[in-house]
């Protein structure tokens, strides 16, 4: 496994063509090894970036406690075949930056956070530009992000494929998320009626929109009240539950049947984020 550790390096190409951007905080999980898994199906060497992107916390949050293990992440990396690791230093990344604003970022997490975007567009740009590779892989549980980065893509990288992993959830349903560090097991189990709640909502959509589609957008707000009612009852804070258009992150009008279910909380002060992507017209999961 090559380690890189300065942009200087980088222009030396030490890492072998075709290979996939995966950028990480680090931490790692599996579901973040499921994003190298999915880049060495697809052909591609998987490159790891570690950075612990300081742009993209707000002053209240948890930059200072985000949870590093640099030297299990390495292992970890390695035991699952990859090809190539940058841990580059903050100085040297924020050095003469060019600071983007990310579309989108009115909605869902970058309203409630404020320039967390922003700050995750200007550090992927420069990563692409450092590292320049063929493709690069994101998660499907940061769905927003995912919007926002094949955004860039479109703007400025148009050589970079963009790869996107499903979420990948414990045997309890509940997102894998550096955050759940901050849990103990029995929280986890807890908080794990967020997937629950998703999946309830899913299936009642479904069912709705079967047996009731003329009356189906007028009762989405009804739908949305009583669940967030129902996890709040559970002892969650509800930032946001939303439905909308999975292409636009508008109000859900029926353009097409795949609709986003969106939800972020707070449980035990940690913030959690999960989503689904249904299709109204299949009856399945
Ligand atoms: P992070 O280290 O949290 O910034 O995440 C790095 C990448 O891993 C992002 O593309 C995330 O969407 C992805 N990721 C994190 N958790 C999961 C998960 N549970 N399932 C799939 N992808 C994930």
Same mark, same amino acid.
Request: aromatic share 8%; net charge neutral.
């Given at each position: 496994m090559i380690i890189v550790k300065s942009i200087e390096q980088l222009s030396h190409n030490p890492f072998k063509p075709p290979f996939a951007l995966i950028p990480t905080m680090g931490n790692l999980h599996s579901g973040h090894i499921n994003l190298l898994r999915l880049a060495i199906n697809k052909n591609f060497n998987p490159v790891v970036s570690i950075f612990v992107n300081p742009l993209q916390f707000g002053p209240n949050e948890d930059l200072k406690s985000y949870p590093r293990s640099l030297e299990r992440d390495l292992d970890v990396l390695k035991e699952n075949n990859c090809h190539g690791v940058f841990i580059p230093e903050q100085e040297e990344i924020l050095k003469n930056i060019e600071n983007l604003n990310a579309p989108i970022s009115d909605k869902l997490c970058g309203k409630s956070r404020p320039g967390h975007f922003d700050g995750v567009v200007t550090i992927v740009n420069r990563l692409f530009?450092? +590292? #320049?590779?063929?493709?690069?892989?994101?998660? /499907?549980? !940061?769905?927003?992000?995912? %919007? +926002? +980065? #094949?955004? @860039?893509?479109?703007? #400025? $990288? &148009? $050589? *970079?494929k963009f790869l996107s992993a499903p979420t990948q959830r414990d045997e309890n349903g509940l997102a894998l998320s550096s955050r759940n560090n901050y849990l103990n097991e029995s929280e986890k189990i807890e908080a794990s009626l967020i997937f629950k709640f998703l999946s309830g909502m899913s299936s009642e959509l479904k069912l709705l929109s079967r047996v009731n589609q003329k009356n189906f957008l007028s009762e989405l707000k009804s739908i949305q009240e009583k669940y967030q009612r129902k996890i709040e009852e559970k002892g969650f804070e509800v930032d946001?539950?939303? @439905? @909308? !258009?999975?292409?636009?992150l508008e109000r859900f009008e029926y353009n097409s049947n795949?609709? @986003? +279910? /969106?939800? /972020?909380?707070?449980? #035990?002060?940690? &913030? %959690? *984020? !999960?989503? %689904?992507? *249904? !299709?109204l017209a299949s009856s399945s999961q």
């Open positions: 530009e450092v +590292i #320049k590779p063929e493709a690069c892989v994101f998660g /499907a549980k !940061d769905f927003q992000q995912q %919007l +926002i +980065i #094949k955004h @860039l893509i479109k703007e #400025k $990288h &148009r $050589h *970079i946001y539950l939303e @439905l @909308l !258009d999975p292409a636009t795949k609709m @986003l +279910i /969106a939800i /972020a909380v707070f449980f #035990k002060e940690v &913030r %959690l *984020i !999960d989503n %689904l992507v *249904i !299709d």
